[in-house]
């Protein structure tokens, strides 16, 4: 079963925006987190950002705080990714999943990561 379908996704200029989406399973949006993930190139996943079950709180990593906005719409279990002021180096496959925190560290809770949508940002 597919708990995790991401969309979006597209070609950008540098300073432009884009609203990422991600429909979840009711089990997965179940979590006390929300997460968007991204793998650019060559490079490892990495946290983005994060909101609690009742969207109360948010959690940005330092890169993009100031510039993207997660939401969530608990009737349509769907969370956002308002991304705007981007970057070149926001180029990446974002991915979205149940987080958790050990530490100071986000990972994703589901074993089973959606397919992504990729983001291209041209200078």
């Known amino acids: 079963q597919v708990e995790l379908v991401e969309s979006g996704g597209g070609l950008v200029q540098t300073g432009g925006s884009l609203r990422l989406s991600c429909a979840a399973s009711?089990?997965?949006?179940?979590?006390?987190?929300m997460g968007w993930f991204r793998q650019a190139p060559g490079s490892e996943r990495e946290f983005v950002a994060a909101?609690?079950?009742?969207?109360?709180?948010?959690y940005y990593a330092d890169s993009v705080k100031g510039r993207f906005t997660i939401s969530r719409d608990n009737a349509k279990n769907t969370v956002y990714l308002q991304m705007n002021s981007l970057k070149p180096e926001d180029t990446a496959v974002y991915y979205c999943?149940?987080?958790?925190?050990?530490?100071?560290?986000?990972?994703?809770?589901?074993?089973?990561w959606g397919q992504g949508t990729r983001v291209t940002v041209s200078s």
């Open positions: 009711r089990r997965a949006f179940a979590s006390s987190f």
């Open positions: 999943n149940a987080a958790t925190k050990y530490g100071s560290r986000w990972s994703g809770l589901l074993d089973a």
């Open positions: 909101v609690t079950f009742s969207g109360g709180s948010t």
